[in-house]
């Protein structure tokens, strides 16, 4: 019976170390800073069949935010969400209740350069006020 009892212990410690040294890294969201952001209007064939929100039909402007994605894990980070806020010329939002913008494939270590396409409605004066941008990803695959 005891060793039976000294057994199921020997075996248990065994199992929860190679359970330490076995696990996977736990994947961490990586922040990424964004800098020098401007925007420019979209080319007309990218701006072409531009829909607003809700899948109506409605007048409205294509527009390119381009800027620099400064990541200083030393790894790729994967499926990078763009936060931030952006205000017409009235200080109106233009992404009413939304603050996730879009994403970016991959960011490599260092800074590279970005884009983000947005629509923004026809009603809302240029020119806009990009604020408080900022994004986060993954060093690893994520599924979605």
Not at 66 to 87: C, E, H, M, W
Not at 92 to 116: A, K
């Amino acid at each position: 019976m005891q060793f039976r009892v000294l057994m199921v212990a020997v075996l248990s410690c065994y199992f929860w170390l190679i359970s330490g040294i076995s696990t996977p890294a736990a994947w961490a969201l990586t922040p990424i800073k964004l800098s020098d952001l401007s925007y420019h209007e979209c080319p007309a064939d990218v701006a072409e069949g531009t829909v607003t929100s809700g899948g109506a039909s409605r007048a409205a402007n294509c527009f390119i935010i381009t800027g620099k994605a400064q990541n200083d894990s030393g790894k790729p980070v994967l499926n990078a969400d763009i936060f931030g806020r952006i205000y017409d010329a009235s200080n109106n939002p233009v992404m009413q209740n939304r603050t996730r913008l879009g994403s970016i494939d991959q960011v490599p270590p260092g800074v590279s350069d970005f884009e983000l396409r947005i629509t923004v409605a026809a009603n809302q004066p240029a020119p806009l006020k990009l604020e408080q941008f900022k994004a986060s990803g993954f060093v690893g695959k994520v599924r979605r």
